[in-house]
């Protein structure tokens, strides 16, 4: 959460970007209600209920979200407003009661002060005593209907279908051949012996999936027999398809088996089809699959301990010429977006799922494997992995690309000298390799930072990491690698410095940021570096995807359809 200095670094940001641009999942920007005290009063009540039940936040009143110029934009709060008063109603208005903090900033333009509402993080589910209730998620608020609602209790535990037994002895629903796959991977990953040499029944009951003589579903879900899970877990299933077009494939296959079979079985598939690059370092000749198989492992570990077993549906890879496409049934939940999910905090709908899985060693529940499926890609100098989400399915995208060895080295050395590349450096370095060069505001986008964590970011890979340079003014700073790290790049890699983002990226980042606000030209232009025929054009093939154009002349912008308002 922000602090006051956090708040007042960001305030100076509002010369180059709207409020709007600034604001987190748990940060948002309010313009004071000064006509009328009441509207205000509702207004906090509404933004502590939606802050308190997306984890917390920091609310700041006084800003107006869609204007740019710090002058503009910063109105502040009358200095009739009582902070108290207003702490008071929002804990007789909420339910269970919410106290938030309350902190004055001082500033030079409107009211000279900006208000600071904080909403510490908690597991309740909060409502207005109306019964009105709202939750964080992305940039906006969002209504607590249904299913919003099950996935919060599932987020938070309190509702978790992972967790419930099955009414049966667990000897009749357990498969051998699953725990034997379940220890092999066990064994790949270093789990402990004292957890190895237990009997399968000790070990079940060690993690916590198996009591009192039944397994939960969890534990079905990873040593199960396919006749049991068929029964208890219906919707479960996992599918594979080589596709020969977007309509037409040469394989299909797909059971409703337990997760390490049904991940050995896709794996298998795709041994035959994912091709290998040799190459020559010295005496050794390693040899690097077009898909890194970490990163096809993780994806399909994240694609099974997430999906929701609620709702019909598979866990659905197909193997495309030039991608690979895995889909899997259940939309974000716990505040996750395709545009912060490299490092949004873990949100699990299955929680007991994913601590069994977790305790097996097979999967890591420190957030650790979406950055896995990054790093691996980009540290062989491949394209980042792409998510969206596609109704109630999230969709992952691996584009198929060759390993390029100078990048791969350079990477090494970096590491071998003791300059620690992380997966934030590793992004923008593939960017510079692709594009001429990267803004500050660009940075943010791919990186999935805030604006304030993209600067830093740039600055210690320049002035620490001497990797690259920067140009332009204050105001237009932008950053291109420096010409010595191009030197040692260069062979074998493809530089356009005219290059801008391709097209398909150029809509998923687009359909990104409108899932979150309305963009202009204008705006389009800075992030693409189109003119603004060519964005008209964009925006043209993107009406498919629902983006319509509201407004006419100046005044004109690009809205989602599908978007849900703020």
């Known amino acids: 959460m922000k602090n006051k200095e956090d708040i007042l670094k960001l305030l100076d940001e509002l010369d180059i970007h709207v409020a709007d641009d600034l604001e987190t999942q748990d940060l948002d920007f309010k313009e004071w209600i000064e006509r009328s005290l009441n509207d205000s009063i509702k207004m906090a009540v509404r933004m502590a209920v939606c802050m308190a039940n997306g984890g917390g936040g920091t609310t700041v009143f006084g800003v107006r979200d869609r204007v740019k110029g710090r002058n503009e934009a910063i109105v502040g709060v009358p200095h009739e407003v009582d902070a108290e008063i207003l702490q008071k109603s929002?804990?007789?208005?909420?339910?269970?009661?919410?106290?938030?903090?309350?902190?004055?900033?001082?500033?030079?333009?409107?009211?000279?002060?900006?208000?600071?509402?904080?909403?510490?993080?908690?597991?309740?589910?909060?409502?207005?005593?109306?019964?009105?209730?709202?939750?964080?998620?992305g940039k906006d608020c969002k209504p607590f209907t249904g299913s919003v609602r099950n996935e919060f209790l599932a987020t938070t535990g309190i509702s978790d279908f992972s967790a419930q037994r099955i009414d049966a002895p667990w000897q009749e629903c357990f498969s051998p051949v699953a725990m034997e796959r379940v220890r092999m991977m066990m064994s790949e990953e270093h789990a402990p012996d004292t957890?190895?040499?237990?009997?399968?029944?000790?070990?079940?009951?060690?993690?916590?999936?198996?009591?009192?003589?039944?397994?939960?579903?969890?534990?079905?879900?990873?040593?199960?027999?396919?006749?049991?899970i068929t029964?208890?877990?219906?919707?479960?299933?996992?599918?594979?398809?080589?596709?020969?077009?977007?309509?037409?494939?040469?394989?299909?296959?797909?059971?409703?088996t337990s997760i390490p079979i049904g991940l050995y079985e896709i794996e298998r598939y795709m041994a035959t089809e994912?091709?290998?690059?040799?190459?020559?370092?010295?005496?050794?000749?390693?040899?690097?699959?077009?898909?890194?198989?970490?990163?096809?492992?993780?994806?399909?570990?994240?694609?099974?301990?997430?999906?929701?077993?609620?709702?019909?549906?598979?866990?659905?890879?197909?193997?495309?010429?030039?991608?690979l496409i895995l889909t899997n049934p259940g939309s974000f939940i716990g505040g996750i977006s395709s545009g912060n999910i490299l490092h949004h905090p873990p949100a699990?709908?299955?929680?007991?799922?994913?601590?069994?899985?977790?305790?097996?060693?097979?999967v890591n529940r420190s957030n650790l494997g979406v950055p896995r499926i990054f790093k691996s890609l980009l540290i062989e100098g491949k394209e980042p992995p792409q998510y969206r989400e596609v109704g109630e399915s999230i969709e992952l995208t691996l584009i198929a690309s060759n390993m390029v060895p100078q990048f791969r080295k350079f990477i090494k050395e970096l590491n071998t000298n003791g300059v620690e590349v992380d997966v934030d450096h590793l992004i923008i370095l593939n960017y510079l390799l692709r594009h001429r060069e990267v803004d500050t505001f660009n940075t943010?986008?791919?990186?999935?930072?805030?604006?304030?964590?993209?600067?830093?970011?740039?600055?210690?890979?320049?002035?620490?990491?001497?990797?690259?340079?920067?140009?332009?003014?204050?105001?237009?700073?932008?950053?291109?690698?420096?010409?010595?790290?191009?030197?040692?790049?260069?062979?074998?890699?493809e530089y356009d410095r005219d290059k801008r983002l391709d097209d398909e990226y150029i809509k998923i980042r687009i359909l990104s940021l409108l899932r979150e606000r309305d963009l202009t030209n204008r705006e389009v232009r800075q992030m693409t570096g189109m003119d603004r025929q060519?964005?008209?054009?964009?925006?043209?093939?993107?009406?498919?995807?629902?983006?319509v154009i509201k407004g006419i002349g100046r005044g004109s912008y690009y809205h989602l359809t599908t978007k849900k308002s703020k």
């Not at 070990?203 to 990873?222: N, Q, T, W």
């Not at 699990?348 to 097979?362: F, G, I, P, V």
């Open 90 to 137: 929002i804990y007789e208005k909420t339910d269970p009661h919410i106290t938030p903090i309350f902190e004055w900033i001082e500033v030079p333009e409107g009211h000279r002060r900006l208000l600071i509402m904080t909403i510490h993080q908690e597991k309740s589910l909060y409502t207005e005593t109306n019964g009105n209730a709202s939750v964080r998620i």
């Open 195 to 228: 957890l190895l040499k237990k009997s399968d029944e000790d070990l079940l009951k060690s993690i916590g999936a198996l009591k009192d003589g039944k397994l939960s579903i969890g534990g079905l879900l990873i040593v199960g027999n396919e006749e049991a």
């Open 231 to 256: 029964k208890y877990i219906p919707n479960h299933r996992w599918d594979f398809r080589k596709m020969i077009s977007s309509t037409d494939y040469s394989i299909k296959e797909g059971q409703s």
């Open 274 to 323: 994912n091709t290998t690059t040799t190459i020559e370092v010295g005496f050794l000749h390693p040899e690097f699959s077009r898909y890194p198989k970490i990163a096809l492992r993780e994806a399909l570990l994240n694609a099974f301990s997430h999906r929701d077993y609620r709702v019909p549906g598979s866990v659905m890879l197909k193997h495309y010429k030039d991608k």
């Open 348 to 362: 699990a709908r299955n929680s007991h799922l994913t601590d069994l899985m977790d305790k097996l060693r097979l």
């Open 444 to 493: 943010a986008i791919i990186c999935q930072r805030s604006i304030e964590q993209a600067r830093e970011i740039l600055s210690f890979m320049e002035n620490k990491m001497k990797l690259i340079q920067s140009g332009g003014t204050i105001k237009k700073r932008y950053y291109s690698l420096r010409r010595e790290a191009y030197a040692i790049l260069e062979k074998g890699v």
């Open 534 to 547: 060519q964005v008209l054009r964009l925006m043209k093939e993107m009406e498919s995807d629902g983006v």
